[in-house]
């Protein structure tokens, strides 16, 4: 199984994804500065999912890693979306 | 003489096993943060008014610094791990020493932001706390000296983690065929970074 031959990501790839990452931060702080009133934590969480999504795939590696782990890794992001969204169903409907 | 001449040596190295426990062991990471972000949005919808107040408080700017650090920290233990499988020890170490830096620098900013806190009397059980502020700015401020704590708790041991790294890829116990250590540090580091990714936003920028 060690012998199997490893995906080698260039340098490059991260500097790209650095340089997503910092002005998606940049951008997160311009808009939540725009009075939009409830929107604005819908815009701001949406910013956070993108760059998570970015680091999870590849600084994480999950984009050159096997199926099977990146079925594990989205369940467990289901289950904590899952238990948020009946947290405030529960809160917004008793 | 087959038999004294002749030793096994047990190797126990299994790289897919080795990524698979951390990833395990990141899940309970993520549940036990992601139960505190239910607690979170649960106060803050509960008190919108008093953590609209609180929020105000934080220092925006310190907050968008130590997100650049994060993630350029993230950026450079990534790219250690492609230095170790290219052989490049000392582009390695470089990588690791450069991450360890950015880490200790985050924690100083962290701890001149308490400390503006502390000296304005806003910590956990302080009398400005809980005779002048609201209920729900008490919350905001709980979860904000809880989360951000447990998270710079994290940075430590992340540190220590890369040092110890370090150290194996100095005596070449890490190297390209044997790299599960330095990939599994920077698996941690990247869940930190995601992290301060939600706290950011959540503590700092929604006012």
Do not use: C
């Not at chain 1, 969480?45 to 050159?64: D, E, G, R």
């Not at chain 2, 001449?5 to 897919?16: F, G, I, M, N, Q």
């Not at chain 2, 910590?123 to 700015?137: D, N, V, Y």
Request: no cysteine; net charge neutral.
């Amino acid at each position: 199984m060690s012998d199997e031959k490893k995906h080698v990501v260039p340098y490059r790839v991260y500097v790209i994804v650095l340089i997503a990452l910092v002005i998606l931060t940049l951008l997160s702080i311009g808009i939540t500065g725009i009075e939009l009133g409830k929107y604005t934590v819908a815009g701001a969480l949406i910013f956070a999912i993108v760059k998570s999504f970015l680091v999870l795939t590849w600084f994480m590696h999950l984009k050159y890693d096997k199926l099977y782990i990146k079925l594990m890794v989205g369940f467990v992001f289901a289950i904590l979306v899952v238990t948020i969204v009946v947290t405030f169903l529960d809160y917004l409907y008793r | 003489m087959e038999n004294s001449s002749h030793t096994v040596v047990h190797d126990h190295y299994d790289a897919e096993a080795s990524k698979i426990g951390m990833w395990l062991f990141i899940f309970t990471e993520l549940l036990l943060f992601g139960m505190l972000f239910v607690i979170y949005s649960v106060y803050r919808f509960m008190n919108p008014e008093a953590f609209h107040l609180a929020a105000e408080e934080l220092d925006t700017f310190i907050g968008a610094v130590n997100t650049i650090i994060l993630l350029v920290s993230s950026m450079t233990i990534a790219m250690s791990t492609t230095a170790i499988q290219k052989g490049n020890k000392r582009f390695t170490l470089l990588l690791l020493v450069i991450t360890v830096i950015l880490g200790i620098v985050f924690l100083v900013n962290k701890y001149f932001e308490w400390k503006v806190k502390f000296d304005h009397g806003i910590f956990p059980g302080s009398e400005m706390l809980t005779q002048t502020l609201s209920q729900g700015e008490i919350l905001f401020f709980g979860l904000y000296f809880i989360m951000t704590g447990l998270h710079a708790l994290h940075i430590v041991i992340g540190i220590v983690f890369i040092a110890v790294v370090m150290q194996k890829v100095a005596k070449r116990k890490i190297h390209a065929q044997r790299s599960a250590l330095l990939d599994n540090a920077g698996l941690y580091w990247h869940l930190v970074d995601i992290i301060w990714i939600f706290l950011f936003p959540l503590f700092y920028l929604l006012t």
